[in-house]
């Protein structure tokens, strides 16, 4: 195990809903990355937190937003969800931003319906 | 065309082959090279990386990058039935986020 956990482990949501997904990062580590990875395909970064920050985005819509906290713990929220949302949302956690080795999380199953 | 290019698979082999693994890249700015392995239902699990090119080895596992021509392997001695997973390349520049391949699923077979 890791020490990243991450809640609720699956999750259903109407289009058109939101939803707020929860990482808590392993201990002593200050940076938080989530990923999405669509079923057969690879995580793709969604952005990443350093010191309550956001500290880098990839190329995902405003409607995808996050939060980190003092402890470093994280939160994904997704507006106006589609149906393309639906994947495997990771939170992978790191002693620093360019730190090469970043620890996942088991991730979050979002199916919207 | 796609940052890291990995073929999907899915790759069956028997118990005890040599498996290796495979990514092509394109952008000379990746510096940090890294394999994921990734279990149904699990998220990925570091396995290694390497800094440069040159070799790589870990006990069953051989991490190869050859960044003259953009490509990166590992290599499974040895294979288990436990190695059946999702094997991911992972490529970082000095920046803060990592690029995924698309993953290769392995089936070892007793």
């Known amino acids: 195990e890791t020490g990243v956990t991450q809640s609720p482990t699956h999750l259903i949501k109407t289009r058109g809903q939101q939803v707020t997904l929860r990482c808590s990062s392993q201990s002593g580590h200050n940076t938080v990355s989530w990923y999405q990875q669509a079923l057969g395909q690879g995580p793709q970064f969604i952005f990443q937190y350093y010191r309550e920050e956001e500290n880098g985005r990839g190329n995902f819509p405003p409607r995808f937003s996050g939060l980190q906290f003092p402890n470093y713990s994280s939160e994904l929220n997704v507006n106006a969800l589609e149906l393309d949302d639906s994947a495997l949302y990771l939170c992978a956690s790191s002693q620093e931003p360019t730190n090469t080795e970043a620890f996942f999380g088991q991730g979050t199953r979002l199916t919207v319906v | 065309q796609k940052e890291v290019e990995q073929d999907p698979g899915p790759l069956s082999v028997p118990e005890g082959a040599i498996v290796s693994l495979n990514c092509t890249y394109s952008?000379?700015?990746?510096?940090?090279f890294m394999w994921y392995r990734q279990y149904s239902r699990k998220g990925p699990e570091l396995l290694m990386y390497?800094?440069?090119?040159g070799n790589k080895e870990d006990g069953r596992f051989t991490a190869q990058v050859d960044k003259s021509s953009k490509y990166i392997s590992l290599f499974i001695r040895d294979s288990q039935p436990s190695d059946s997973a999702t094997y991911l390349c992972?490529?970082?520049?000095?920046?803060?986020?990592?690029?995924f391949g698309t993953g290769t699923r392995l089936t070892v077979i007793p």
């Open positions: 992972a490529l970082k520049t000095g920046a803060n986020n990592l690029f």
């Open positions: 390497t800094y440069s090119s």
């Open positions: 952008n000379s700015a990746f510096q940090y």
